[in-house]
């Protein structure tokens, strides 16, 4: 599965504008910019374990799916697991 990072540019710079309107200084942005950053590559990462193991185990029985994700111990989102 790819995923195109550029899809997230206007979400970047909205949120840039955001701080500066709020008086934040350029300077400051990594303190607020590094956590949405890892939020994406949790994200980012769940999605992609979640097709692997579709892969191998199919996904019919949904809630076997989730029982199954929960168990490789990843980490767990049920909104992005069951869509």
Same mark, same amino acid.
């Given at each position: 599965?790819?995923?195109?990072i550029?899809k997230?540019?206007?979400? *970047? ?5 955001? !701080?500066? @309107?709020? @008086? /934040? &200084?350029?300077?400051?942005?990594? &303190?607020?910019?590094?956590? %949405?950053?890892?939020? !994406? ?12 193991? =579709? =892969? =191998?185990? @199919? &996904?019919?029985?949904? #809630? #076997?799916? *989730? =029982?199954?994700?929960?168990?490789? @111990?990843?980490g %767990?989102? #049920?909104?992005? /697991?069951?869509?």
């Open positions: 599965m790819s995923i195109n550029l997230y540019e206007s979400d *970047v710079w909205r949120t840039a504008d955001l !701080l500066i @309107g709020a @008086g /934040i &200084k350029q300077s400051d942005f990594p &303190k607020y910019m590094m956590p %949405y950053f890892a939020l !994406l590559m949790v994200e980012s990462r769940l999605i992609r374990e979640a097709a692997r193991l =579709e =892969e =191998e185990i @199919g &996904k019919d029985n949904i #809630d #076997d799916f *989730v =029982e199954m994700f929960q168990l490789e @111990g990843l %767990y989102n #049920d909104y992005l /697991i069951r869509k």
